[in-house]
């Protein structure tokens, strides 16, 4: 069974910094694109970024690119989103998500369960 | 801002049809696949239709999915009181270095 378990989620001061971690498992993690996803309260959904299976690529949402870095420790079944000079309008769920690749072809095939980020002083 | 256009509720009684639509252009459902997802009432969301029109295992078949051109669409055939959630289509868009885009979403009732 896929599972996947967001933490490092709470609450952060304006300007601030946070890590978020993925424990993945279920899966051969090693071979699988992931993302982050998040979910502003009463909100839509919005892609944040996404990684290769081996960490050498990443892609990211413009407006985030530069103050967001996704990355992962295949060693440790891991993914990681740094969170930096964050504001309030980044509060939001975070969700950590396993996906399928392929040509003219992508899809975000499970989701974690999410961890809140409130940005607010 | 999203680039996939959705209507932001739809609705129908029990049994009903419900169709969603969402908008989008060249450089995502023009070009790459199309899926959708339900995210029911404080919860994570579920990919429901994948590849434009398949089916995840254990999704019901009442569920489908369809593309034309750069517009794709959501049908719930008979409807059901658990299917009230909001749904979201997405695709990858090749613009701005390449990134996954989600539609702007759709409430949908049941009434």
């Known amino acids: 069974e896929v599972q996947l378990v967001e933490s490092g989620g709470g609450l952060v001061q304006p300007g601030g910094s946070v890590r978020l971690s993925c424990a993945a498992s279920g899966f051969t993690f090693s071979t699988s694109w992931m993302s982050w996803i998040r979910q502003a309260p009463g909100k839509g959904l919005e892609w944040v970024a996404n990684i290769y299976p081996d960490g050498s690529h990443q892609y990211y949402v413009d407006s985030l690119r530069g103050r967001f870095t996704i990355s992962r420790d295949n060693a440790k079944n891991s993914l990681f989103l740094q969170m930096d000079s964050l504001r309030a309008e980044d509060t939001a769920v975070y969700y950590c998500?396993?996906?399928?690749?392929?040509?003219?072809?992508?899809?975000?095939?499970?989701w974690g369960q999410g961890t809140l980020v409130t940005v607010s002083s | 801002q999203s680039v996939l256009t959705q209507p932001p509720s739809a609705s129908g009684t029990p049994g009903q049809r419900v169709t969603i639509s969402c908008s989008g252009s060249?450089?995502?459902?023009?070009?790459?696949?199309v899926n959708w997802y339900q995210q029911l009432p404080g919860t994570a969301p579920k990919l429901l239709i994948y590849?434009?029109?398949q089916r995840p295992s254990g999704v019901p078949d009442r569920f489908s999915g369809s593309k034309s051109g750069t517009s794709a669409s959501l049908a719930i055939g008979g409807l059901q009181s658990e299917d009230e959630a909001d749904y979201y289509c997405?695709?990858?868009?090749?613009?701005?270095?390449?990134?996954?885009?989600f539609g702007t979403g759709t409430k949908v009732t049941v009434l």
């Open positions: 997405a695709a990858w868009d090749d613009s701005l270095n390449g990134h996954f885009v």
């Open positions: 998500s396993r996906d399928r690749q392929g040509s003219r072809y992508y899809d975000v095939e499970y």
């Open positions: 590849n434009h029109n």
């Open positions: 060249s450089s995502n459902i023009g070009t790459n696949s």
